[in-house]
């Protein structure tokens, strides 16, 4: 879907989160713009450097809420990261070029998959046949227990009608079902890779090393003869076969491609990496993460198990709240890296009455469906939004703006009773209105300092 118009960008975008439309268009036409860049001819192509993005604003406004619509709308490889985990290399935690790392393994698993799923259909005509070649097995030398076992499960045919005809018969057999309580003898692989804890892997991480793969080639495969049912046995024969067909070194060229081309990185919290002073204590770290995430959004090669990745024109997203320090503080090689800046704005009464209603996957859409399982229906009515809005603006103006946050501990507390009650309630029908709202909020809202706890 990545040639969807920014336009559409943003309409996907609006149907779940309210407002915020500087940042919405500017996550658009970066999306926009790396398509347009797969379309540039080749030699200029490499010198188009991604625009980086930091998304700034107040807590609970939205930002983390885009990134994780724009991983849907996106067929690029995204990962969402939050800055916050990384720190500098030689403290411990994870080193900054993971993240790369974690990107191109989840392309790899995704374009397995898919790949996997495409070759389903010829992978069960192959298991088909293994089945067919296991329940009448070709007329050979055979050892005097297979034979028996052989001769157990086939079916009394008549001795004029040739092999052939047979195994079309047990064919249709297999396919309507009818040899579903059958065993069949199937050799399975049993790779046994000793547990062995490794304590730290960042070290290793670093070189893009994998125990699990570098030694699970040491240990002999076992191979083990077990008896299955058909049906499990069509099961596991399919996956060996889809297995076989799946050309990996493909799939891993495809990502490390996928990756470098169009790779998207959503680093998240990115003020969490900012220290106030950049003198003492931890803050020598965070420093360090800055310093350490400069090369790889300025573009350089990670070495990872599958091979160097370059992320010249790997976008990064960043976005943070920002509200101790600002984007200046953080120092200024990095400053550069994101020319883009966008803040995204304070929500008030106006914005939580349409979040409350509008979104996908409204709160209040949400309580009803939770509710509608124990059979209950509560409706709420119009300006019973309006007052729950209104109260969230004002906690949020007394105590701590937390943003659209606000809602979720207003709504909880207001539908706490109706929540428990809900499996034994004789009226099923339950209307919201504004009275319900006050007498359930008031109390809490004009004690501040019961709010503070409470909401
Ligand atoms: N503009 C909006 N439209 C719809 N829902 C919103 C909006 N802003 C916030 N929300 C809701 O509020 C919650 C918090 O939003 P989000 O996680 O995006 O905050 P944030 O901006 O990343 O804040 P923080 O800086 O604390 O990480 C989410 O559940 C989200 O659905
Ligand atoms: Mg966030």
Redesign the pocket.
């Known amino acids: 879907m990545d040639q969807l118009k920014p336009k559409e960008i943003v309409d996907e975008l609006d149907k779940?989160?309210?407002?915020?439309n500087n940042a919405k268009r500017f996550v658009a036409i970066a999306l926009r713009n790396r398509w347009r860049r797969q379309q540039v001819d080749e030699e200029f192509r490499d010198e188009i450097a991604p625009k980086n993005i930091i998304l700034i604003?107040?807590?609970?406004?939205?930002?983390?809420?885009?990134a994780r619509r724009l991983s849907k709308l996106t067929d690029s490889p995204f990962n969402k990261v939050e800055a916050s985990k990384f720190t500098e290399v030689g403290y411990v935690g994870r080193d900054v070029e993971s993240m790369i790392r974690d990107l191109l393994e989840l392309t790899v698993t995704t374009l397995k998959s898919r790949e996997q799923t495409r070759v389903q259909a010829k992978a069960g005509q192959i298991a088909e046949e293994r089945m067919l070649d296991l329940l009448l097995p070709k007329p050979q030398p055979v050892t005097k227990t297979e034979a028996a076992s052989a001769e157990a499960l086939q079916p009394a045919a008549p001795p004029t009608e040739t092999a052939a005809s047979t195994r079309e018969k047990l064919r249709t057999m297999l396919r309507t079902g009818k040899l579903d309580s059958r065993y069949v003898d199937l050799d399975t692989q049993d790779r046994n890779v000793p547990v062995v804890e490794i304590f730290s892997n960042v070290g290793m991480e670093e070189m893009g090393i994998n125990f699990k793969d570098m030694f699970g080639g040491l240990f002999p495969k076992n191979v083990k003869r077990r008896k299955v049912k058909v049906p499990e046995a069509m099961e596991i024969l399919t996956q060996e076969e889809t297995q076989n067909l799946v050309d990996l070194d493909k799939v891993v060229k495809q990502a490390v491609q996928k990756v470098e081309q169009s790779g998207i990185i959503f680093l998240?919290?990115i003020d969490k990496i900012v220290g106030s002073d950049g003198k003492h204590g931890p803050d020598v770290s965070r420093e360090g993460v800055q310093r350490d995430l400069l090369p790889i959004v300025e573009g350089s090669t990670i070495t990872t198990k599958y091979g160097p990745v370059k992320t010249d024109h790997i976008l990064f997203v960043a976005?943070?709240?920002f509200h101790v320090c600002k984007p200046s503080d953080l120092i200024p090689e990095l400053q550069g890296r994101f020319p883009l800046r966008v803040e995204?704005g304070a929500?008030g009464k106006e914005?939580f009455i349409r979040?409350l209603t509008e979104?996908k996957n409204a709160l209040l859409l949400q309580y009803i469906a939770l509710l509608r399982t124990e059979g209950v229906e509560v409706e709420f009515e119009e300006d019973a939004v309006v007052e729950i809005a209104a109260l969230a603006e004002q906690v949020n103006n007394t105590t701590d703006n937390i943003?659209?946050?606000r809602?979720?501990t207003l709504m909880e507390r207001l539908m706490e009773d109706i929540l428990f009650d809900a499996p034994d309630v004789d009226h099923k029908k339950i209307i919201i209105d504004k009275a319900f709202v006050c007498r359930k909020l008031a109390d809490i809202i004009e004690d501040q300092d019961l709010s503070r706890y409470i909401l």
Do not use: F, M, N
Request: glycine residues 20%; hydrophobic residues 35%.
């Open positions: 779940y989160i309210i407002g915020q604003g107040p807590t609970g406004v939205g930002k983390t809420e885009i998240d919290e976005s943070g709240a995204l929500l914005e979040i979104p943003g659209a946050r809602l979720h």
